[in-house]
């Protein structure tokens, strides 16, 4: 049977084109590449190669036609032992497209969760605490992980030797040898490309960003490579991982070592976003994070590392991730917070309490998934909500609280909620701006006035 | 040099032979039919051809073992078929179909098998790179002796993480072949315009790589130079670099007309070099096949690609399901 030969799409828009030229003539032998005509997108003029082999039994459209639409036959090829006449011209016709269904609503339905539960102790009643740095947490973490498996290696620029910029992997070397602490050059765009592809190879890479501010270089492969492969591959593999360190303001470092990326990869699917404040959070959500079988975002915080918590003695203890924790319960407000905004939000929330305001704080810890039932539950009670957060104030994640809690409790809400940011400028140097730059204990209280109209 | 003669002198049974000719031609043939389904609107986005290249990877997987993994860019259709991947799970994930290598999600650019321990199949120049250095960082970890294929186009030899890993490959001795498909042209800007030196095997030597430079339009000069490297990176002597020289015949990608290099200059190539017509030649003039032999091999990978191509077709579209699955992985109970 004769084989049609049909208008060709050039690009991944086109859907008509011109045929600018015929190279072949009826009668015309004609194999596999060989060029046969000259198409004319909007873009270009392309060169079109036969893919099958034969004599060109008739030319369809001549040259110089315009508007033809994609999927015409525009010449017919004869097979061994054809001729021209044996075949009939057909009426052009294109192809039908592949039907495509309406993709399904992006489902924030409640119907398909398992039904909420108010956050439980991460610990039971009773337990013996010891008190601890977020420093010493994280470690204890990584250290009983790395004993439990195998597979698990901390990587990253002076881990190893120099016993951690900050101290985290203190003595780690001296356990685990060179092998699973390891140090690397300042590389981070390629050595986290290299730490997702041991991900991929079977490994579990701890991988530390000195800061997160240096991980910008590597953010590539944290989200095109490490958070998208799953998806990519049909759930083939993935990459489980952790990508920690510092992250936010320190002090005095001016605006390149100062920046809170907790909106930027809390907005990524695929990627896994935790932000402790306290050093049992530190701890148990560490561990769960090397066990995550996906990757996962460990934004710490430098001034916070050398802070004091109790921290719960227990031989294996873990925090979920994707649950935040009720840091202080309240009636009057909801303060959400992570990360050190919790020191404002808790500050606020004590000194609140002198003038009468009962103010409930949430400490969401997990950014992505986000609990955010436990937030809309909590302004169900309160009526009002204020987020705290250091980041900039364009696509915060107190943005997306506001906007969740809006779709989810407007009824609720007897106040517009307040988005407590760091501000809209680059980290200035001086102590005095700096100060200004980043929100306050002062700004939250002022907020917290505000939505409850006191 | 005569036309179409090849660089090395093959010994080489006649069987080993047909069987590249065989390897070859289904990738030829295979990417000829994938432009046409492109044509027709079943393909859609980007769609990066291999026409040309084929001897690439058939010559480098005949070096390597069971085992060994590869990993490369999004011109990945040839590398998939010469690692043993299925041609009708490869051309249903080009028409976004449910019984695509990655369900449909992916595209030509992002297909994966672990089974045949492809690593895919990568969209962003060079970022496979360092993947493959970290696959080959697991593999010594394991210590399992296992070696990792990382192909890279000229182009992407420009990028910087490149060179990142070429350094923390030597300084951790990872067994990982960097292959350069150096096919002139990064997208349309030819090697000249775009690389201060014209070799690209020497990148590795400030880092202490050894590397060579390969005739990439001979099978059996491919196959020898990676057996070179995989020797080398199997003893546990680190890294090593292939600069393979080879070209691809149609543009960069479907869309491109590539306008920047003369039509004589590719008639030229697959008059005097084509990979596949060499071998053929091979085979004929020393009478380990003939015309008909030939003939019917052709035939039977027709017959296998268009069938690649009618299930590709009528294969499901994805569930609309599929949307919301496979982005986070359920930890193991």
Redesign the interface.
Known sequence: MAIEI???????T?EEGTLAKWLIKKGDTVS??D?IAEIE?D???????A?DEGVIGSILVPEGSAGVS??TAIALLLEDGESANDVAVPAPVS?P????????VQ?NDVENEPQWRAPQPDWPEGTQMKQQTVREALRDAMSEEMRSDETV?LMGEEVGEYQGAYKISQGMLDEFGS?RIID??I?E???????????????KPIVEFMTFNFAMQAI??II??AAK??????????A?MVFRGPNGAAARVGAQHSQDYAAWYAHI??L?VVIPYTAADAKGLMKSAI????PVIFLENEILYGRTFDVPVLDDFTVPIGKARIAREGSDVTIVSFGIGMSYAMEAAAKLSESGVSAEVIDLRSLRPMDTQTVIESVKKTNRCVTVEEGFPVGAIGNHISAVLMQEAFDYLDAPVINCTGKDVPMPYAANLEKLALTTTDEVIEAVQKVTYS | MAARKMTTKPNVSADELLQHYKDMLLI??FE??A??L?????I???CHLY?GQEAVVVGLEAAAEEGD?R?TSYRDHGHMLACGMDPNGVMAELTGRID???????GSM?????EKHF??????VA?Q???????????K??DNGRVTFTYFGDGAANQ??VY??F??AA?WDLPCIFVIENNQYAMGTSQDRSTSTPDLHTRGEAFGIPGEIVDGMDVMAVKEAGERAVKHCRSGKGPYILEIKTYR???HS??D???YRT?EEVQKM?DERDPIEQVRDVLLTGKHASEDDLKAIDKEIKKVVNASAEFAKESA?PD??E??????????A
């Open positions: 049909l208008m060709p799409a050039l690009s991944p086109m596999s590449g060029i997108t873009k270009a003029t392309m060169e079109f190669e893919v994609v999927n192809a497209a592949p039907t495509v269904a309406a993709a399904p489902h290696f092998k690397t050059p590389t765009h390629g050595f986290a490309g290299i730490a997702v592809g041991a991900s991929f190879g079977g490994l590539d492969h095109n490579s492969t799953l998806y990519m591959s049909g759930g083939q593999m993935g489980p699917p695929g896994k066990r995550d079988p996906n | 030829r043939r000829e039919k432009g046409q492109y044509g027709m609107g079943l859609g986005g980007f026409i993994k990993i695509g290598y990655s369900k449909g999600k992916g992002h297909m994966f098998s672990k690593y895919g199949g990568h969209g962003i970022a790179v360092p993947l493959g250095a970290g696959l080959a960082f697991a593999d970890y394991q910087g993480q990142e890993t350094n923390m300084i015949y149609r543009g479907m869309s007309p590539a306008k039509r697959r579209l609309v399901s949307l919301w699955t496979d982005i986070y992985a359920e930890a193991e």
